[in-house]
């Protein structure tokens, strides 16, 4: 309840039994009733206009009122309408706050062109051989958004941990669930390589951990120039997950089936044994904070080169041995697969400069198919 709301609401009704001092006061009820809630201010102004139907005021802040109600209700009930497709509230906002709206131009059918907004079809044409580095960089990065962030944890062959988020980051397959990072050279060390690749090619292992909005300063703060064998986790204050052999029995929360984790076990065809729902296979500590968390092991790796012949980035391609998701943003598809929750999962993506994105709004799209047998385009959804 606004608190001026109920004020205002004392003072009028008191006011009531003097159609004067109460008509010198209506119109600033309006004006402070309406930011609160357009319902009460219809039916304060309707009881002005019930007290004196020939005052001018009262009718004027009826009708307005009125209006601004019928208002408020029409667009209640245009965002709240059902997508029969998809069977969610567009635009709803549930206990955390949907996310979900419409779609930008929900009226496009094919082969309507959809043109860019603006005044002209001017280009700037960009020859990357022709600019230099220093130009390039923020030209790529400012139009490759929003990228994912990989937030990179490794170990050394002595055991010092080291923490890094990577947006040239992605995965490049399901099956075997497989992760691409792009490690550009270092100009802070002598051999040019970062304290990540460093360590991924000399233990072969890696945990990518998703950021989030709840830790991204403190995730944020790993992006410093330290020194090598500094733990960057130590640093920000993040939290390293013990493996689960350092685990005591009260702690091993998701193998008593209490717990926070929820971990994605590899087939069975593969070489790889797990015995427990929460065990390890890396050596790398996870980042208790984040809600994602994959295992991963290299599988290979790819050098960039400039005309020179300099290798400028590596690119890490690993595969994802085992995944754990936290039950707080744990969701199911339709089919009753396990995925994570937009709406409670809040990533982190990268723009350019020192930009990051949130995700702010969300609509679905059903893909165009047509199946061997089909004559006509379809629209189906790919939910399963």
């Known amino acids: 309840m606004c608190p001026v709301r109920t004020q205002r609401r004392r003072q009028y009704w008191q006011y009531l039994p003097n159609k004067l001092t109460f008509h010198a006061h209506i119109s600033s009820q309006v004006l402070v009733t309406t930011s609160c809630n ?13 007290a004196d139907q020939s005052r001018p005021l009262a009718l004027a802040a009826a009708a307005g009122a009125g209006l601004l109600y019928t208002a408020q209700q029409l667009i209640k009930a245009i965002t709240r309408r059902r997508d029969p497709a998809l069977g969610r509230e567009a635009g709803s906002s549930g206990g955390n706050g949907s996310l979900w709206q419409p779609n930008p131009n929900p009226k496009w059918q094919p082969p309507h062109k959809q043109p860019a907004p603006f005044g002209s079809d001017e280009m700037h044409t960009v020859d990357p051989a022709k600019l230099p580095t220093d ?6 990065i400012s139009a490759v958004v929003p990228r994912p962030i990989g937030f990179v944890s490794t170990q050394n ?23 691409a990072i792009g490690c550009s050279a270092s100009r802070l060390r002598s051999h040019g390589r970062k304290d990540t690749l460093v360590n991924i090619l000399e233990t072969g292992e890696f945990v990518v951990n998703i950021m989030s909005e709840w830790f991204v300063e403190a995730a944020n703060h790993c992006c410093g120039n330290f020194d090598y064998g500094e733990d960057e986790m130590e640093l920000s204050g993040l939290t390293p997950l013990p493996h689960d052999n350092e685990r005591s029995a009260e702690s091993q929360c998701a193998v008593a089936g209490r717990g926070c984790m929820m971990t ?26 984040s809600a994602v968390q994959m295992e991963c092991v290299l599988r290979t790796t790819h050098e960039v080169k400039d005309s020179s012949g300099t290798v400028t980035c590596v690119i890490v391609i690993g595969e994802v041995v085992l995944m754990h998701v936290h039950e707080g943003v744990a969701g199911k598809s339709p ?3 396990l995925i994570v929750d937009i709406n409670k999962y809040r990533p982190i993506s990268r723009l350019g400069g020192n930009t990051y994105g949130r995700v702010a709004g969300l609509f679905d799209l059903p893909r165009p198919d047509r199946g061997p047998t089909q004559q006509k385009l379809q629209y189906t959804s790919t939910a399963s």
Request: positive net charge; aromatic residues 8%; charged residues 20%.
């Open 264 to 289: 994605w076990k590899p087939p069975a065809h593969t070489s790889l044994d797990c015995n427990s729902t929460s065990c390890d296979h890396v050596k790398p500590r996870r980042v208790k904070e």
């Open 157 to 179: 062959s002595e055991g010092r941990g080291n923490l890094a988020p990577y947006s040239y980051f992605n995965v490049m397959a399901h099956n075997p669930p497989t992760v």
């Open 335 to 337: 089919s009753g697969k």
């Open 38 to 50: 357009r319902s009460d201010t219809f039916l304060i102004a309707m009881a002005a206009l019930s």
């Open 135 to 140: 130009a390039m960089y923020p030209l790529i």
